[in-house]
């Protein structure tokens, strides 16, 4: 029989599913008890403390009821789960040893027993800092081309746009406020940034950044800003769907009117989600590893100290509070 | 100096730029004079006399002034212009002779001095009917998955659908008539096909015929079809996007609310026009060619006689009143 090790366990709840836009108050902190010690008969198992945890846009949608949703939704009741940074206390799986950091799903609460870490990946570079792994994900690869990325400045936005720099793009982003367009032309090197607040047209807008069209459209927001990009787009353009955040809130999400320049402009779009790419994980970090010890990326965090502040963060997303990608430290180390 | 043989030319000319809906009245027709000789000079020209004419949903496109079209608005007062076969009366075009047949552009009139044939083709196996030259293009090529057909039974649809069917998908076909289903089912061997007009709900009718979802979907129409199509994809599948009819018509066209199921569902949707895939219609002929002699392919073409018809015929597009290809006969040989 395994020994026992009562600790304290902080926990963020999924108090009920969600209606409308997500609200602090549909998550509640609750402090519960685990045993540190992995169950018996329980193969293939890491008990982890956790450190970072990421906000993502893409947990909405597990905290509503919605038929025919990708993943599950949360458990009413339960810690939400998110993408994590998490140190291993005990491993009964091969793969994994006390010590090992580890990035993957895990809980929103300081300790977490991960049944399957099969998704999970070992972290061997430790020379970056450790939250880094709960948002350098997503790649983009072209050159020579005009690339526009919405909600630029964000967890995706930002490395997106200085991965196209670095293959030789004009690169131009919005974000939503001056801070952040500042961020952009000053700190992460895009070509242009606009406000899209500031825009009335955002047809003009984009016809301003690019006279001659967009070669790829990064799209993060939906809505609106898509059928201005897609007025904007070149002869066989490519859009990278990656998100559609003005649209996750609304009842009634925006129709999209003029989806017929797909035909006309021969425009290839396509959405896509991490999950169907995490083979291509170790290739990625050996492209993006020495970009970053050369100091040629540049990546922003918005850290929220403490799981207390996870809900906040969280909801913060759906209003463009963050600046850069936002991330929950919960323990650091 | 090049002798003279005058001949009358009658022709289908273009009244006024189209504002709404087509209506027969935007055209006209008029008897000119054509010389039936190439001018001294004029090189690399073939001067053709027209048989068939090809009606196509794009060629609204170029009735209207739309600023940003793929092609150039047609020229008020001058012929139209479209697809065509045609036999070469005299060339001076090294690749083209007296007698031969070819199809490509051509105008809307029964002689036509062709200058520019390089993106014609010469018409080498006439074991099948000439018109089919008008309308035997589009290609898709995928087994063993379900595949969604818009607009199935006409001049893409249907032979869509059978080169699905030959591949070993499974293929259901939605038409406007009783008689297009009839036909989907009975003659193209469509696994099932539906009346759109007689659904309510969109959704609904897709669930019945896709269960499990579609894989692929050759949309033809846009609008809520094509919301209720992306409602019932499956992950991973793809659209492609050949035309969307039911919008051409409309002043402000209608929205489509729910492009997040691209991402969820990593759907891939793109637009392709015949004009970039020229180079592969050799390739086309040598996969189609065999089956259309086995009797493997059937076609169904509306014919519609003689020029005087073809405002008409143009115009019934957009109502459906057309069963399969709609093809204007302007001369037998």
């Known amino acids: 029989m395994a020994e026992k090790m009562i600790s304290n366990n902080k926990q963020v709840i999924l108090k009920n599913y969600v209606n409308g836009p997500p609200k602090e108050s549909d998550m509640s902190l ?5 045993n540190l010690k992995i169950p018996d008969g329980c193969n293939d198992a890491v008990l982890v403390k956790n450190l970072y945890l990421s906000c993502d846009p893409y947990m909405l949608g597990r905290m509503k ?10 458990a009413i009741g339960s810690p939400m789960v998110g ?19 580890i990035w993957g799903f895990t809980g929103w609460e300081e300790y977490t027993l991960v049944t399957d870490p099969s998704t999970s990946f070992k972290i061997h570079d430790k020379d970056v800092p450790l939250s880094y792994y709960t948002g350098l994900l997503g790649l983009l690869s072209q050159k020579g081309e005009t690339v526009f990325i919405s909600a630029a400045s964000g967890a995706v936005g930002q490395l997106v746009g200085q991965f196209a720099k670095l293959m030789g793009c004009y690169v131009v982003g919005s974000a939503g406020s001056k801070d952040k367009v500042d961020l952009l032309k000053n700190k992460f090197g895009f070509d242009d940034a606009f406000n899209y607040k500031e825009e009335r047209n955002y047809n003009a807008a984009l016809k301003r950044y690019f006279p001659y069209g967009i070669d790829i459209y990064f799209e993060n927001v939906g809505g609106k800003m898509l059928e201005a990009v897609l007025n904007n787009m070149r002869v066989h353009g490519r859009i990278a769907v990656c998100g559609m955040i003005s649209q996750y809130n609304l009842e009634h999400p925006e129709g999209v009117h003029n989806l017929s320049a797909l035909i006309s402009k021969r425009i290839r779009m396509e959405g896509f989600l991490v999950l169907d790419y995490y083979h291509l994980y170790p290739k990625f970090l050996e492209m993006v590893m020495p970009h970053i010890k050369k100091g040629k990326i540049t ?7 403490g799981l207390e502040s996870a809900p906040a963060a969280l909801v913060g997303l759906f209003s463009g509070r963050n600046v850069g990608k936002q991330v929950v430290v919960v323990a650091k180390e």
Chains 1, 2 share one sequence.
């Open 83 to 101: 993408y994590g940074v998490s140190r291993v206390l005990e491993s009964s799986h091969p793969n994994y040893k006390k010590g090992d950091l």
């Open 299 to 305: 990546y922003v965090e918005d850290m929220a100290d």
């Open 30 to 34: 609750k402090t519960s008890t685990i």
């Open 65 to 74: 009821k919605i038929e025919g949703h990708y993943t599950d939704a949360f």
